[in-house]
């Protein structure tokens, strides 16, 4: 119940954070979006370590995974960017949802019992996903080229599954917080050197700044908030829980973007709590 309350954190918190990337990476440089993010990720979780004393050594044995979730991370929020930069939503959002299922794969591997029932209420959680997205306006998107966005969101789902499986065996050597930052860091470098290899843009415009400090603080309390549910029973559960990450971000796309969310895509959303319902007995 911990780790899916963790999960559900963390969807809450990337649902707006992607919101607010298919908001502002219309007018601005993904790479420079993308940077900006990661840094003040960094200082918000920085932060906390220094008000909170939360400090823990890390062993040499928890160095490789360390490195490990970094650039996995690196890799999945790349994809993640170009898929909602590209959009549409309703194609991107399903498809990167699709981590959560790797996630269990990764967790069965290692030893965790995943019975049939709750491989079906995994499968009604993102059947509800699905339907949401799917049902959404595509007046406005379905003539765009879909083959990046499909390509980056699949490769983002793998990613951020090996970046949770890999960050939280590092966790379990020392803590969530020091895990999380330790990540950030090696993510920010691979993507600093990805962007000056490419010669991308690196700074964002001056007017940009404020969107991006909250993304950043955002996805600060995602990452935060995966990396501490392994200190608790089924952490697969935890990146399960967050595949409903696009629900905010479509209601927010329904307030602000006066996008309908008709009658199919509410029972979407029904059918996404009966599963996490059931994952939470």
Excluded at 56 to 78: E, Q, R, T
Excluded at 115 to 135: D, K
Excluded at 181 to 198: D, E, K, N, T
């Amino acid at each position: 119940m911990i780790s899916l309350a963790f999960g559900l954190v963390a969807a809450a918190c990337w649902g707006v954070h992607d919101f607010c990337i298919r908001f502002i990476s219309q007018n601005a440089p993904v790479s420079a979006c993308l940077f900006a993010v990661m840094v003040f990720g960094l200082l918000f979780q920085t932060g906390i370590l220094l008000a909170t004393g939360s400090y823990a050594s890390i062993p040499s044995a928890g160095i490789l995974p360390m490195f490990s979730a970094g650039v996995s991370f690196a890799i999945a929020n790349c994809g993640l960017y170009v898929a909602f930069q590209r959009g549409p939503v309703w194609l991107a959002a399903p498809l990167v949802a699709c981590f959560s299922i790797v996630s269990v794969w990764i967790a069965m591997f290692g030893g965790a019992t995943v019975s049939v029932e709750q491989w079906a209420a995994i499968l009604t959680i993102l059947t509800g996903i699905t339907l949401i997205a799917t049902l959404s306006d595509k007046t406005k998107t379905q003539d765009a080229p879909k083959l990046w966005t499909v390509v980056s969101a699949l490769v983002a789902a793998v990613a951020f599954s090996s970046t949770f499986a890999f960050g939280q065996i590092a966790t379990d050597m020392t803590n969530g917080l020091v895990s999380a930052i330790a990540m950030r860091i090696v993510a920010i470098g691979v993507i600093l050197a990805g962007i000056l290899a490419l010669r991308l843009t690196l700074w964002p415009k001056s007017g940009t700044w404020g969107i991006l400090a909250i993304m950043g603080l955002l996805d600060g309390i995602a990452i935060l908030s995966i990396m501490s549910a392994a200190n608790y029973p089924h952490p697969e559960y935890a990146a399960v829980a967050t595949a409903i990450y696009g629900l905010p971000t479509i209601w927010l796309a329904s307030f602000f973007l006066k996008e309908r969310i008709n009658l199919k895509q509410w029972g979407g959303c029904f059918i996404v709590f009966i599963g996490i319902g059931y994952l939470a007995l």
